[in-house]
């Protein structure tokens, strides 16, 4: 595409990118707000046990329960959505699309997460914000291991 086309496209669509630098900035301000208080909230021991802890939701009516995961998993592809715009736009798009991952359910996912976690280009960040606002880190469970691996000191 020539310089003068897209300098053109560009004039034409000005009030286009208007809105998309609008909402770039505000979902930045979003992420920095939201995704910290929601990294803080994962329970220490989430990720120490072999199978998925039991929801705090099973003692709810089904129809409840079914109302939550339909709300539940929407807010997480939302999540998802906006994490991988923030691949591009300002935002802490990785964080905010792991987030939403962490929201979905699926089959499998508990151990991939548990796998997704031990990295350390994930845990370590993660863990920082956690002591950022006085959390312990998060305890990890070593695939195959039968005891509970304690949170680095």
């Known amino acids: 595409m020539p310089w003068d086309q897209l300098l053109g496209w560009l004039d034409d669509h000005r009030v286009l990118l208007v809105w998309l630098t609008v909402a770039s900035g505000a979902l930045f301000l979003a992420s920095l707000i939201i995704v910290p208080i929601m990294v803080v909230r994962i329970p220490t021991d ?3 046990h072999q199978h998925r802890p039991r929801s705090r939701f099973r003692d709810r009516h089904p129809i409840e329960r079914v109302l939550l995961a339909i709300a539940k998993n929407s807010l997480a592809v939302l999540f998802l959505l906006v994490g991988t715009a923030m ?3 300002p935002g802490q798009g990785l964080l905010t ?5 962490m929201m979905l359910d699926f089959p499998g996912k508990y151990r991939l997460e548990r796998w997704l976690v031990a990295r350390r280009f994930v845990s370590k960040p993660i863990n920082w914000l956690r002591r950022r606002r006085d959390r312990p880190p998060l305890a990890m469970r070593i695939p195959g291991d039968t005891d509970h691996v304690p949170p680095p000191a």
């Open 97 to 101: 699309m792991f987030i939403g991952f």
């Open 87 to 89: 691949l591009v736009l």
């Open 46 to 48: 989430y990720f120490a």
